[in-house]
């Protein structure tokens, strides 16, 4: 039966439709992915619909089961402490609103086993998706370039602050997306265009090493950018093929650098910062190692405030946490029992794993730790490392990817949204069907 559905390139074409279309809804916003991502989960129950019966399931499949119902029984717990405990707060975000959240937050874990048994089972053909992801992020890119000349963009979006978000309007994530989506158009060719003309590879390759990095770093996104450089180094290091060419990408990036932060103050003001943030951070390691910025010395930045309000929000509920996404809640009751000056909350903690220790405790963060060390190996211990040194393979991608989006020293937004829960869990999807598909 399995084979005359996979024969069947109606269904085969409709699901690749499904997963190139992935980079195009991050564009247009929330209700457009969670229609993609419904799609995905309801058409392979309705063309498959024993599939959770017919995955072989494996530690980290177990794992993750294990993690997303400890967020739904923190969630019940937590709704039931404040609707006794602290009535006004129950009030405040709703009686049931972290218990309904968790419940839906479980379409992520579906996601994830749907990726899996379609990769598995070859029913989507990737090349399509590497395609979409090479034309829209390359799009994205001419659109910064196009607002950063003319002051808006194709749409009519104006630049914001420091930042040239194009297409993403008053959200500055465009260097976010960037990072996510450019690195398949570096093996998009040599995966899918070998017979093509040899003078794609270099095209491919251009646009991989000069316009995305310049695009991050004109949209003003510092993270992405130094993500986007250790991305690249790191692909220097495992691709030999294209380590003749590191050098002159060093000189060609480093001159579209200096040119930047000469002549645009966007780019200038965004990396003084920078820089001031991490004197503030020294600063606080290293008493009396603060410089000086028009004659004063920097209080402590926010971000580190805000980590100062994560470690009192935690200590609350440090074992199974507080609920997902009530630490914006759960910090406000920190902070009406806790008289500091310098005590600041926002939406979440600004790092995955901070976020993912503060609302479902040590129990979750250790469950995390051990989906993304085992995710890993799993991929690791079944693929040589010389076969990655020495050819592209269509999994290299998702691995780097994958390292990137779970870097620990970074600042993130939310890891229970919907932007952020699909890619990592789409990636680690792709990623894992293809390792268990090789098997």
């Known amino acids: 039966m399995l084979d005359r559905i996979i024969n069947n390139s109606s269904i085969s074409n409709y699901f690749n439709f ?26 392979t129950f309705l063309f498959f619909k024993n599939f959770l019966l017919k995955i072989q399931y494996f530690i980290v499949d177990k794992l993750l089961f294990i993690f997303f119902f400890l967020i739904l029984f923190s969630a019940i717990s937590n709704d039931v402490n404040y ?36 990769i598995e089972n070859k029913i989507i053909n990737l090349k399509f998706f590497f395609i979409s992801c090479t034309i829209l992020t390359t799009l994205v890119c001419l659109d910064i370039f196009y607002q950063l000349y003319f002051g808006k963009d194709v749409f009519g979006y104006e630049s914001i602050a420091r930042k040239y978000p194009g297409p993403f309007g008053d959200e500055p994530i465009a260097g976010g997306y960037i990072l996510r989506f450019s690195l398949f158009a570096l093996f998009l060719y040599p995966i899918y265009l070998l017979n093509k003309s040899s003078k794609f590879s270099y095209l ?66 965004n990396f003084l910062n920078l820089f001031y943030q991490v004197n503030e951070m020294v600063s606080v390691i290293i008493p009396g190692t603060s410089k000086e910025k028009e004659g004063k010395v920097q209080g402590l930045d926010t971000y580190l405030d805000q980590f100062k309000s994560f470690k009192d929000t935690w200590l609350m509920n440090k074992y199974i946490g507080g609920g997902i996404k009530n630490f914006r809640y759960n910090c406000h009751l920190a902070k009406s029992t806790i008289n500091k000056k310098n005590y600041i909350c926002n939406m979440h903690p600004h790092n995955y794993y901070l976020e993912i220790l503060t609302e479902t405790g040590i129990a979750g ?30 999994i290299t991608p998702f691995i780097f990817l994958f390292l990137i989006e779970v870097f620990p020293l970074k600042g993130t937004g939310s890891f229970f949204t919907t932007v952020n829960a699909s890619y990592l869990f789409l990636i680690m999807g792709i990623m894992i069907g293809l390792v268990r598909k090789q098997n």
Not at 375 to 394: A, D, G, M, R, W
């Open 365 to 394: 963060f250790l469950l995390i730790l051990c989906i993304f060390v085992l995710s890993l190996y799993s991929v690791i211990s079944k693929i040589s490392l010389s076969t990655l040194i020495l050819n592209y393979q269509i």
């Open 204 to 269: 491919f390759l251009a646009i991989f090493l000069i316009i995305y990095p310049a695009a991050i770093l004109i949209s003003g996104n510092r993270m992405p950018f130094l993500l986007f450089i250790l991305l690249i180094s790191s692909i220097f290091i495992f691709q030999k093929d294209l380590r003749k060419f590191f050098l002159l990408f060093c000189l060609m990036f480093s001159l579209v650098f200096l040119l930047a932060f000469k002549f645009n103050d966007k780019v200038k003001g």
């Open 83 to 118: 609707y006794l405990h602290h009535k006004d707060f129950s009030d405040w975000k709703g009686p049931y609103e972290t218990t309904l959240k968790s419940l839906g937050f479980f379409r992520f874990l579906i996601l994830y086993l749907s990726i899996r048994y379609l």
């Open 18 to 43: 499904l997963i190139a279309s992935i980079p195009l809804s991050f564009i247009v916003g929330n209700t457009i992915i969670n229609i993609n991502l419904i799609l995905i989960i309801l058409s």
